[in-house]
């Protein structure tokens, strides 16, 4: 029922740890990449998929496309939540409105938050 805010939670918590093992490895001369993060709510279909041989656990869906156009658009240290998302989390986010994204495979733009924290 709240898979929305464990989503919004857990991209936070890899922001944060993100940041810290980035200022660890600063002090040994070492860099991570940047990072950032696209969330996306709804149906999907999920499961085991491919050949018996090598099967992944893997989901489907255009959410699931949605959320990976999401995180190609996010800059370092961002974290773009689709609109569905930020309904989800109602009032318990921090979130700033940014400029409807047009993003690749997707042919209307899209509203979209820069999500800043959880209350």
Do not use: W, Y
């Not at 857990?10 to 944060?16: F, I, T």
């Not at 998929?49 to 959320?67: C, E, H, K, S």
């Not at 989800?88 to 979130?95: A, D, E, H, K, P």
């Amino acid at each position: 029922e709240d898979h929305a805010q464990r989503a919004a939670a857990a991209a936070l918590e890899m922001q944060k740890r993100h940041h810290e093992l980035q200022a660890q490895l600063v002090t040994e001369g070492k860099e991570l990449p940047p990072m950032g993060i696209g969330v996306s709510s709804g149906e999907a279909i999920a499961g085991e998929f491919g050949p018996p041989m090598r099967t992944d656990f893997t989901a489907m869906g255009r959410v699931m496309n949605l959320g990976a156009r999401l995180c190609s658009a996010a800059k370092a240290g961002e974290i773009i939540i689709s609109e569905k998302t930020q309904q989800l989390l109602g009032n318990n986010s921090i979130i700033q409105t940014i400029d409807p994204l047009h993003l690749k495979g997707i042919s209307q733009s899209v509203t979209a938050f820069n999500l800043k924290g959880l209350k």
